[in-house]
């Protein structure tokens, strides 16, 4: 999977190099103010690109946060993929948040979905059946199923997702991200033991959404 040990998101390198580009130019010719204000915007996106480090909790029936961001959603809903009653937990990244997205749980990908669609505010629940999405539906090895999907936002225009249908996954491992945006959204199954609330924090990786019963 990519991104394991660098400081930035590989997809970030051509829009970080090219603000440090017209950065440089703009000091070489003299126009030092705008040349200031590409270099803050230059800081901005490496930013938003940062891939840190993060500590998996070794449970393995934890499930993790596939983003850093806050908890705007939790209750029962129809995962519209598998069409069954699922629990819905739903992320919100701002532009301030880390952006590479993690594994919620040690599990197989079993199958995976694109829909194409709006780019409406992820915070509307419109979002969830009109916006660009991209899904997995994970298999863990005691044959629990889960689905994780990446919700393209306002000003998000770009989702990566690495993995492939049959693929193996560790749970905290680095899968993808959304370029500038915006939601992540995990369904769980019935009778897992929430961990978060309304309003909670997370960070990708560490924070547990819940326990697999």
Same mark, same amino acid.
């Given at each position: 999977?990519?991104?394991?040990?660098?400081?930035?998101?590989?997809?970030?390198?051509?829009?970080?190099?090219?603000?440090?580009?017209?950065?440089?130019?703009?000091?070489?010719?003299?126009?030092?103010?705008?040349?200031?204000?590409?270099?803050?915007?230059?800081?901005?996106?490496?930013?938003?690109?940062?891939?840190?480090?993060?500590?998996?909790?070794?449970?393995?029936?934890?499930?993790?946060?596939?983003?850093?961001?806050?908890?705007?959603?939790?209750?029962?809903?129809?995962?519209?993929?598998?069409?069954?009653?699922?629990?819905?937990?739903?992320?919100?990244?701002?532009?301030?948040?880390?952006?590479?997205?993690?594994?919620?749980?040690?599990?197989?990908?079993?199958?995976?979905?694109?829909? =194409? /669609?709006?780019? #409406?505010? &992820?915070?509307?629940?419109?979002? $969830?059946?009109?916006? @660009?999405?991209?899904?997995? %539906? +994970?298999?863990?090895?005691?044959?629990?199923?889960?689905?994780?999907?990446?919700?393209?936002?306002?000003?998000?225009?770009?989702?990566?997702?690495?993995?492939?249908?049959?693929?193996?996954?560790?749970?905290?491992?680095?899968?993808?991200?959304?370029?500038?945006?915006?939601?992540?959204?995990?369904?769980?199954? =019935? /009778?897992?033991? #929430?961990? &978060?609330?309304?309003?909670?924090? $997370?960070?990708?990786? @560490?924070?547990?959404?819940? %326990? +697999?019963?």
């Amino acid at each position: 999977m990519r991104n394991r040990n660098v400081p930035f998101a590989m997809e970030g390198l051509p829009f970080i190099a090219g603000a440090a580009l017209i950065t440089a130019v703009l000091f070489l010719v003299g126009w030092k103010a705008v040349a200031v204000f590409f270099l803050v915007v230059t800081l901005f996106i490496a930013f938003f690109f940062r891939n840190p480090k993060r500590i998996t909790p070794e449970n393995e029936k934890a499930v993790v946060a596939p983003a850093d961001g806050v908890v705007i959603y939790l209750g029962n809903a129809r995962e519209p993929h598998l069409d069954r009653e699922m629990l819905k937990i739903s992320i919100f990244m701002s532009v301030f948040n880390v952006h590479i997205n993690r594994v919620p749980i040690s599990a197989k990908v079993v199958d995976q979905f694109y829909r =194409p /669609g709006k780019f #409406l505010d &992820v915070r509307h629940e419109r979002a $969830t059946f009109e916006n @660009e999405q991209q899904g997995l %539906v +994970l298999e863990t090895a005691g044959g629990a199923q889960l689905v994780v999907v990446q919700v393209a936002g306002l000003i998000a225009r770009r989702i990566v997702c690495y993995p492939v249908i049959g693929t193996i996954l560790k749970r905290g491992e680095r899968y993808g991200l959304i370029r500038f945006g915006s939601r992540l959204d995990v369904y769980l199954p =019935p /009778g897992t033991e #929430l961990q &978060v609330k309304m309003g909670d924090k $997370t960070v990708a990786g @560490e924070t547990v959404l819940g %326990v +697999l019963a």
